[in-house]
């Protein structure tokens, strides 16, 4: 299959069927907006309460070949009539999902999860032809990402911000979120008794202020200079000494910067 993402905002998918595959399917599908129609005899309890709430329409009755008429997208998951499902699709030229047999459908849909990076949300999806090792990669992927990322700075232009964090001199590393806002910084700036080894693998810019006049690194100008950077769309790291309250929050980041960035202390 060839892999690709959709987009569903506003466009009608047709779930067929109503028990727990087809509740955790919908869920997604009305969380990318879509306009979803879900077509069962029974549904479970969630999908009663989305109907009762008028977040899906729900039709009370069996499946009809006509049914794929005027869907974007079709999911199957009965485990009786799924091979009609797909057969009225086909006729239709409408990608379908079959639920139980994803390489019987036209469709399928991937292991798939969103981690939280400092410039927003990634997707992740896998597909393997095996789901359980889908899982897997797809579990190991986020887990890497969160605490092992690689170089996550933007190619693409974007939305500006300025972050601090406060660092151990001790440390050897930043792990978790810190690490995570350290990667997709385009600008690090590092103040006096923070290592220097913390930021010798970056591809980063960095100004290390310990170099540095004492004019060009007072508080003031280096929160005037982060702002002008984030302005700009520069993702900015401020690093500082643990519990320092050397180059504190200063009016003028937050006012000058682009956007709120990712979770953290503000320059």
């Not at 200079?225 to 520069?234: D, F, N, T």
Request: hydrophobic content about 50%; aromatic content about 4%.
């Amino acid at each position: 299959m060839f892999p690709l993402t959709l987009d569903l905002a506003g466009r009608r998918v047709l779930a067929v069927g109503g028990g727990s595959v087809a509740t955790r399917r919908v869920r997604g599908f009305l969380e990318a907006g879509a306009d979803v129609w879900v077509v069962a005899p029974q549904v479970s309890d969630e999908l009663a309460e989305l109907a009762a709430a008028g977040e899906i329409t729900w039709s009370r009755r069996e499946f009809r070949d006509t049914d794929p008429d005027g869907a974007w997208l079709v999911h199957t998951a009965t485990g009786v009539i799924d091979d009609a499902v797909a057969r009225a699709c086909e006729d239709r030229r409408i990608w379908c999902i079959q639920a139980a047999r994803a390489a019987h459908g036209t469709a399928a849909v991937p292991a798939r999860t969103q981690v939280e990076l400092p410039d927003g949300r990634v997707s992740i999806a896998v597909q393997s032809g095996d789901p359980r090792r889908s899982v897997r990669v797809r579990n190991a992927l986020a887990d890497f990402l969160a605490e092992q990322p690689p170089s996550l700075r933007r190619v693409r232009p974007g939305r500006g911000w300025v972050r601090r964090i406060e660092v151990d001199p001790r440390a050897g590393e930043l792990v978790g979120a810190d690490r995570a806002l350290l990667a997709a910084a385009d600008v690090v700036i590092l103040d006096p008794g923070v290592p220097a080894a913390l930021v010798t693998d970056l591809a980063a810019e960095v100004v290390d202020l310990a170099g540095l006049p004492p004019a060009w690194a007072a508080p003031s100008r280096i929160a005037e200079v982060a702002a002008e950077q984030a302005a700009g769309g520069a993702a900015v790291v401020q690093l500082s000494p643990l519990a320092t309250t050397r180059h504190p929050a200063h009016p003028a980041v937050a006012e000058r910067a682009v956007a709120a960035g990712p979770t953290g202390s503000s320059c």
